[in-house]
């Protein structure tokens, strides 16, 4: 199997920030900053995951952080206040999600907006949406209620790998959180999905040239909003971590992951022109972000730097992406006379 | 003479309730720990620290704003001369997973007291409570958390804002209408602060009608836009309390742009000192006055308390709760508040 040298490239980046950090941030290669690292970023990861569908679509998802919000409210709601079990909750909660995400895809489709425009316009009738549904508005006493259904709650578990395998009378292990493995398990069933599936075949065809897709005989305007349903899923299993991770959920629960998402999935490959990245790049570039932010913070540097550090990765990886896409057309044009 | 007298009063009544709030850190450090060898009179607890320790702390605020700023200053106030402290200020950016991530950071590098200004009560709970696990002792500032930690360190958010109602119902001689600019829902403090107005008017003022409240996000230019809207439905207004000062400087805005800020009557929260200049110019009416920098000083002296004495988070039989003392700071005792007092 051939590896990308996009792939290759990010791969390298991370180890390298990774060794950086390692020497020079204090505490930084510690079993307890890795077990901080997968429980605060493996939610990104599922999001950034989710974000790539509709860039591969050659669209955007700009109302994944008020779906995470939605989804966080209706979880909120259900248990809190209707008292319903949380087994009950949870496929609930996925289709909530499901659903918001369609939502987004049908106006894609049908009303023909642009993927920014219909985005943006569900990230403010979602968030408001999360107001008027909020249980912390409508029932006294909730604000300051922790849920506590095990169905729900349970999500935030830690293993200890290290010593059940007995590494760690050798080495400091760290406890893996459950969301690792959910992170892990959306990783193998997306990328199989969009890799090994007539599904994923006919996404990337979509997104690489949609008309030539429609005249190829596919379901064009299916495909598409199947990639927002995915990104909508994706926010419903990262508003589950969330809920879980913080016992409850807030108005604001999700507010600006949009683009920390979305950052990932371009720092990890998924281009804007549609039709190029797999799941790897969107999991690899949210745990870059991650150490980025956890290192910088570590060796004490001030947060408006790590943001400008962050936003400089990105605008490397966007002018990276930029540099592909000119040179496979030159190559795209060079093929062509010469088949002429 | 009389205004002297009552300046001297208030400005009296001011320095005994911040000395009384000294002496409840100081009693609520000294109190709450569990298990005191009764033949010694010693606490019951692991030996201090080596003299040449270093001791890390740092504050997650909320995010940026004049309060927190203040906090921090009034921390490092005291944190800063003892040169035992590395001391650091990190920003929660207004959501919760960066606060609980920042926390996780901190209980890493072993820090030895946070303090917090959670975004939510319960969400930073499972912090807190982990935080605890690694000994680690937790202040949180303003707003409490569900899970009990050392020491919860907040102005007199409810009271206050009754009094605030009480105040500004005198000046409105207990007739008219009122608008609330208010805080995004789902924060205590916003709860805590509208409650106490709402039933403080209620109590004390019952002519006076609350006809509108309105979310203008913290915000000074936000709260003009919106009280220019409350006014297209209520020519008529007369008072606009700004659930924060922010919001209120807001509402003289507008009223000196509509040439009526000496009819309306307007009233903030917090004391910052742009609303403080606003009521000596005349233009702000009041504001519930606390002194953020004493209550930064008074968090960080309980934090160097449990920091050198070498307490861990597990020894408290119940957590201390500290209500910053208050005035109502309007044009007749503004000046009570000394230049050093003001943030």
Redesign the interface.
Same mark, same amino acid.
Request: proline share 10%.
């Given at each position: 199997m051939r590896i990308p040298r996009a792939t290759l490239a990010l791969l390298f980046f991370f180890a390298g920030t990774a060794v950086f950090f390692s020497v020079s941030a204090p505490r930084f290669a510690t079993a307890t900053n890795v077990e901080n690292l997968m429980s605060g970023f493996s939610f990104v990861a599922i999001l950034a995951m989710g974000q790539a569908f509709p860039i591969l679509v050659r669209g955007i998802d700009l109302s994944i952080g008020a779906i995470v919000a939605v989804v966080g409210m209706v979880v909120f709601d259900l248990t809190l206040i209707f008292h319903v079990p949380g087994y009950l909750i949870l496929p609930m909660a996925l289709l909530t999600g499901i659903l918001a995400g369609a939502v987004n895809g049908m106006l894609v489709v049908f009303l023909r907006l642009q993927p920014f425009i219909a985005t943006l316009a569900t990230l403010a009738a979602y968030r408001g949406l999360v107001y008027s549904i909020s249980g912390r508005q409508l029932v006294e006493g909730l604000t300051t209620t922790a849920i506590t259904d095990r169905w729900i709650v349970g999500i935030e578990t830690y293993y200890d790998i290290g010593g059940w395998t007995g590494i760690s009378q050798f080495m400091q292990m760290p406890w893996f959180p459950l969301s690792f493995f959910l992170m892990l398990g959306v990783f193998v069933v997306l990328q199989t999905v969009l890799l090994a599936t007539r599904f994923g075949r006919d996404l990337r065809a979509v997104g690489g040239n949609h008309e030539a897709a429609r005249l190829a005989g596919i379901n064009t305007g299916g495909i598409v909003i199947s990639a927002y349903a995915t990104s909508g899923l994706c926010a419903a299993i990262a508003a589950l971590i969330m809920v879980a991770r913080f016992t409850t959920s807030t108005e604001a629960l999700g507010t600006g992951m949009e683009l920390t998402a979305i950052a990932a999935a371009v720092i990890g490959g998924v281009s804007f022109a549609g039709g190029i990245g797999s799941m790897f790049g969107p999991v690899v570039g949210a745990f870059l972000l991650g150490i980025v932010l956890l290192g910088l913070t570590l060796q004490g540097v001030e947060q408006f730097v790590q943001q400008i550090i962050t936003g400089a990765i990105l605008l490397a990886a966007v002018s990276y992406d930029r540099i592909l896409v000119v040179r496979r057309r030159r190559r795209l044009a060079a093929d062509l006379v010469a088949a002429s | 003479m009389t205004d002297s007298n009552e300046t001297s009063n208030g400005r009296r009544d001011f320095l005994k309730g911040a000395a009384l709030g000294t002496a409840a850190v100081a009693g609520a450090a000294g109190g709450l720990f569990a298990g005191i060898d009764p033949r010694t009179g010693n606490l019951a607890m692991p030996q201090a620290r080596a003299q040449d320790m270093r001791y890390k702390m740092a504050f997650i605020q909320w995010q940026p704003h004049t309060v927190p700023a203040a906090w921090s200053k009034g921390i490092e106030d005291v944190l800063g001369p003892q040169q035992i402290v590395d001391y =650091?200020l990190? @920003?929660g /950016?207004?959501? *919760? =997973?960066v606060q +609980? $991530?920042?926390m @996780? &950071?901190l !209980?890493? /590098? %072993?820090a030895s007291v946070i303090f917090l200004q959670p975004?939510? $009560? *319960? +969400?930073? +709970? #499972?912090s807190i409570a982990k935080a605890k696990r690694s000994g680690i002792s937790v202040i949180t500032l303003n707003i409490d958390a &569900?899970e009990p930690h050392a020491s919860h360190v907040e102005m007199n958010h409810y009271f206050g804002a009754m009094d605030i109602a009480r105040v500004m119902g005198d000046a409105m001689g207990g007739q008219g209408k009122v608008a609330i600019l208010n805080a #995004? #829902? %789902?924060i !205590?403090i916003r @709860?805590q602060r509208t409650n106490g107005f709402v039933e403080g008017m209620a109590e004390h003022h019952p002519g006076i009608e609350i006809v509108a409240d309105q979310v203008a996000d913290w915000d000074r230019k936000k709260a003009q836009d919106v009280l220019n809207t409350i006014l297209a439905a209520n020519p008529d207004l007369k008072g606009v309390y700004g659930v924060n000062d922010s919001m209120a400087l807001g509402a003289v805005d507008v009223a000196k742009e509509k040439g009526t800020i000496g009819d309306m009557v307007i009233f903030g929260n917090d004391g910052e000192v742009a609303a403080l200049e606003s009521i000596e110019a005349g233009e702000l009416t009041g504001t519930q006055y606390t002194d953020v920098y004493q209550q930064g000083r008074l968090a960080a002296a309980a934090a160097t308390v449990l920091a050198t004495g070498g307490v861990p988070a597990t020894a408290f039989a119940q957590q201390s709760h500290l209500l910053m003392p208050y005035i109502i700071a309007t044009r007749d005792n503004v000046g009570s508040i000394q230049p050093a007092q003001r943030w």
């Open positions: - | =650091e990190l @920003d /950016q207004n959501k *919760v =997973e +609980a $991530s920042l @996780d &950071t !209980i890493n /590098q %072993g975004i939510d $009560s *319960v +969400a930073l +709970a #499972p &569900t #995004p #829902p %789902g !205590i @709860d």
